[in-house]
């Protein structure tokens, strides 16, 4: 586990811009997750958590750079058993890596996409009282896709200011080992806040 960390946080470094010259600082922010099962018998819920890191940004022309962004986050889901069998939710921990291209459409809004890196640490299910660690169910690694909208605020005291929504959403099944309620696909709105100091 601690081989697969390490290499988790050496490509995160890797992608930042070789350059000198970039924007980076502290991010934190929201998010809304859930887990859904394909046996659509099984319902599942969003649950609101946390996560906070960092970010660094670099430009590539006047319109157009490339974000990378390295924090912690708390994500879950509720679920409910069918015929009301039983009920509880799922608590995960996750390092996560997105890179992400971002376009300025006007003045200070912007676009951004990219593919996301979501490096598991733990997962832990409540259901009917009784806590199990359920890590070993889910790969190590769930692979994702971001697509946000952002503003950035460009002038005043408040210049390195942005706040961007973004949807992510699980490119493979997150469970390697089979569960009852079939596969597992993760999805996720987050809302975040960050402050960049400039290099430049």
């Known amino acids: 586990m601690k081989r697969k960390l390490l290499f988790f ?3 995160g470094l890797s992608a930042i811009p070789a350059s000198a010259q970039f ?3 502290p991010k934190a922010g929201l998010n809304l997750s859930r887990e859904s099962f394909s046996k659509k018998s099984y ?12 970010f660094a940004r670099d430009s590539i022309s006047g319109s157009l750079s490339v974000q990378v962004d390295l924090y912690y986050s708390q994500e879950g889901t509720g679920e409910m058993l069918p015929g009301g ?7 995960t921990g996750n390092l996560e890596l997105p890179v992400l291209v ?3 459409v006007v003045s200070g809004e912007y676009v951004e996409t990219g593919p996301q890196f979501n490096y598991l640490l733990s ?7 009784t806590t199990d660690n359920i890590r070993g169910y889910y790969h190590a690694v769930n692979p994702c896709w971001a697509l946000g909208v952002g503003y950035q605020i460009g002038s005043g005291a408040t210049r390195g ?3 961007d929504l973004r949807v992510v959403l699980g490119l493979i099944p997150a469970n390697k080992n089979p569960v009852e309620g079939g596969t597992i696909r993760t999805s996720d709105l987050a809302l975040g806040l960050q402050y960049g100091f400039s290099s430049r």
Do not use: K, P
């Not at 599942?44 to 906070?52: A, K, Q, V």
């Not at 069998?85 to 608590?91: E, Q, V």
């Open 9 to 11: 946080l050496a490509l």
């Open 23 to 25: 924007n980076f600082g």
């Open 43 to 54: 319902t599942t819920t969003s649950r609101i958590g946390f996560f906070l890191g960092l």
């Open 85 to 91: 069998l039983g009920s509880g939710h799922i608590t």
């Open 102 to 104: 971002r376009y300025r």
């Open 123 to 129: 997962s832990r299910e409540n259901f009917n009282g």
């Open 161 to 163: 200011v942005s706040l």
